[in-house]
């Protein structure tokens, strides 16, 4: 593992902290939760660092497939109503980027916005308080 965690930290794309990636840090320092874990390069370092805070659990089947960012923001309204508002955001990663979206599926953190978001979804999670 630390050979793959080395070759991860020569690729990174933070120059400050290599630990990190630009995107996955943006989303620790917004959710608070950045030294609650030492690298953020994969979706599984991120739902470990938000977890040892946050409850969180997959939405994907709710999106029902691969969507788009775009497509995904209209299901965070309903989702967000059937859980009386206890959630506090929705985690998105998409190929090498990841970004956090707000209960009515507007942009929270996005270090590389888009006007349409056309970016089909990896993963797709809920961040309950």
Do not use: W
Not at 18 to 31: G, H, M, Q, S, T
Not at 100 to 108: I, K
């Amino acid at each position: 593992m630390a050979n793959i965690r080395e070759q991860l930290r020569a690729e990174s794309n933070n120059p400050s902290n290599p630990n990190y990636n630009v995107c996955v840090k943006a989303c620790y320092d917004y959710l608070g939760v950045t030294h609650l874990h030492r690298y953020g390069h994969y979706g599984s370092d991120m739902l470990l660092a938000i977890r040892k805070k946050y409850t969180v659990r997959s939405r994907m089947s709710s999106v029902r497939g691969r969507k788009s960012v775009g497509n995904a923001r209209r299901f965070c309204e309903a989702i967000t109503a059937r859980c009386e508002g206890r959630v506090v955001g929705y985690l998105v990663g998409v190929e090498g980027h990841a970004l956090l979206l707000d209960p009515q599926g507007n942009p929270m953190v996005d270090t590389a916005p888009r006007k349409r978001d056309r970016r089909l979804m990896d993963m797709f999670y809920v961040i309950y308080a």
